[in-house]
């Protein structure tokens, strides 16, 4: 499974204040702010159009994943899914 930020013009907006990021969905009206790590994949994936897959992500926001990392970002990125934050692709 690949993830990455809707591409749709305008269905994104954001801003960074220092480590968080504040994200506005338009398409549910939704405003989220996001702490650090949830911040960095956000600004991750806006960097990769086509999405990442979990590893990939990863390995661009971990210096070395610890045996329980990759549990926890695949639930922070179910999360920002269900937030409309990001979305999936076919892999």
Given at each position: ?91
């Amino acid at each position: 499974m690949r993830w990455r930020v809707p591409s749709r013009p305008g269905s994104i907006r954001w801003r960074r204040w220092d480590e968080d990021v504040a994200v506005r969905v338009e398409s549910t009206g939704g405003t989220h702010l996001l702490g650090p790590a949830a911040g960095c994949a956000f600004t991750v994936l806006l960097g990769a159009p086509s999405g990442m897959d979990l590893r990939q992500l990863a390995d661009t926001m971990l210096d070395g994943a610890e045996p329980g990392d990759l549990e926890r970002l695949d639930a922070m990125l179910l999360e920002l899914h269900r937030l409309g934050v990001i979305e999936q692709v076919p892999a």
